[in-house]
């Protein structure tokens, strides 16, 4: 154990021998953590992967910095199927301790196996395709891109394991449903999820069961079996050959046929022939006063137009004088209160300052609109405690790494970009949501933010995390 201030090496005692500091507290909150990460580590060794997160997330919300733990728990994301998860806590792993430390040696191996890795990218985009499928209710669809997940006896999905299983309960195949839930078990034996849905299918196959006999039973169970490959190749007797769709006409009937044609031709030219060049002269002498119309039409219309246009071009110079005059109202109104706003809070930041708040006085003070404007005084005040508004990113980034640790993505993403537009010159909050972007199966923006993080830290870092990232993608 090392001490938290020196990093010195901590013997017995309360006290770091190196540097002084107390570190009683300290080794009682290492010692914890260390005790859940090794009862998570027995539950991970007993197949309960579930309950082995839950103490290792556990150990980590104590201590941070406990290295076995982040790679352990990185371990068991990966065996539940959750990669993108699993890669970030060895890459935080890796950057508490460079040297020394298996998350190397997990992410080079990942890195040189390619070809698992194609598989493991594949096998995530046909489980989001089936989300899709799923969302837009085309079930059937869901269910051939989980076939191919089950099928992989690489891919330990239990989230595919169970909406699988969920699309079976859906067409009341409990059986089906249950076998593939045992998988699943197989993989996690303590899922809370998995657990529940296989208490639901038991109760349905029970309750389906209960008045059945011997071999009421026995037919059941062979048609569940039958059911489990429903493409079956066709025999003989499922081929069904169609009737033929012509049939034999009797001579008198076609003489009829061609009678009623002859008429039916006959009327049609006196109707499109001889009516319309009835109809011609009368239409071109209402087609001529038509046009007579239209000219006259048109000329009021043109003087309408100009009047019209002579009318608005008036009122909108009436506008714009009266919206002018309003927004010189507005904008010295506005510069008041702005300033009377700004005042009240350089107290209030004030206030929490002489209390020894600085960090509310930080955010009381990025709340002032426009600091520039202060004089006097007021200036002589904003000057003397501004400093504590410059460790606010500081602040907001501790409690972004804490949210992206508890696995709140779309949170820290908040937080980081917070942190990155308030202090931009470094590229750790620029990575991370990155990171956040990726976990959340944004890869566009991931791209992008792995990308500007490569152009404006070409020697950060995170370069390497970045470079082999955008591989992936």
């Not at 007579?292 to 039409?297: P, R, Y």
């Not at 137009?305 to 904008?331: H, I, R, W, Y």
């Not at 992206?404 to 949501?433: C, H, I, P, R």
């Not at 792995?450 to 995390?465: A, K």
Request: with cysteine.
């Amino acid at each position: 154990m090392k001490c938290y201030k020196c990093g010195s090496f901590l013997y017995d005692g309360e006290y770091c021998n190196t540097c002084g500091a107390d570190v009683t507290i300290y080794r009682k909150i290492v010692l914890r953590s260390n005790d859940l990460y090794n009862s998570g580590l027995q539950f991970a060794r007993d197949r309960n992967l579930s309950k082995a997160a839950e103490h290792l997330k556990m150990s980590l919300k104590l201590y941070k910095g406990n290295i076995n733990a982040h790679n352990l728990l990185g371990l068991v994301y990966f065996e539940q199927g959750e990669y993108t998860l699993g890669f970030a806590h060895w890459i935080i792993s890796k950057n508490i301790q460079p040297d020394n430390n298996l998350a190397n040696l997990f992410l080079d191996q990942i890195q040189e196996d390619k070809a698992y890795v194609d598989s493991l990218n594949a096998n995530i985009k046909k489980y989001n395709k089936a989300i899709s499928y799923v969302e837009q209710e085309s079930y059937d669809l869901a269910e051939i891109q989980l076939k191919k997940i089950l099928n992989d006896n690489t891919a330990h999905m239990v989230k595919a394991y169970q909406l699988s299983a969920l699309l079976r309960i859906r067409k009341k195949k409990y059986a089906a449903a249950r076998k593939i839930l045992e998988r699943a078990q197989s993989i996690d034996a303590g899922d809370p999820t998995t657990i529940a849905l296989m208490t639901a299918v038991n109760s349905q196959i029970r309750e389906e069961e209960k008045d059945l006999t011997t071999g009421e039973l026995k037919v059941k169970r062979q048609q569940e079996t039958a059911e489990e490959d429903p493409h079956l190749p066709l025999s003989g007797d499922d081929v069904i050959i169609p009737k033929p769709s012509y049939k034999d006409y009797n001579p008198t009937t076609v003489a009829i046929i061609q009678i009623l044609i002859g008429f039916l031709v006959g009327a049609a030219l006196i109707f499109f022939v001889v009516v319309p060049a009835k109809t011609n002269s009368i239409r071109n002498e209402s087609s001529a006063l038509q046009m007579q119309l239209e000219e006259q039409v048109s000329m009021l219309s043109e003087e309408n137009a100009k009047l019209s246009a002579d009318v608005e071009q008036q009122s909108k110079a009436a506008e714009d004088l009266q919206t002018a005059a309003n927004d010189a109202s507005a904008a010295a109104s506005a510069a008041v209160q702005t300033s009377q706003e700004d005042e009240t809070l350089l107290l209030e930041a004030y206030d929490l300052f002489q209390k020894g708040e600085n960090e509310a006085c930080g955010n009381k003070l990025l709340e002032i609109s426009h600091p520039e404007s202060f004089t006097g005084a007021n200036k002589m005040v904003y000057d003397s405690i501004s400093y504590t508004k410059d460790a606010i990113p500081d602040y907001w980034y501790n409690d972004a790494m804490a949210l992206f640790e508890q696995n709140d993505f779309a949170e820290a993403l908040e937080m980081f970009a917070k942190v990155y537009e308030a202090a931009n010159t470094t590229g750790e909050s620029l990575y991370y949501m990155g990171l956040c972007h990726y976990n959340l199966d944004q890869t566009d923006e991931a791209a992008a933010r792995f990308r500007e993080y490569l152009e404006t830290f070409p020697e950060g870092p995170h370069v390497t995390e970045c470079d082999w990232l955008l591989s992936q993608m």
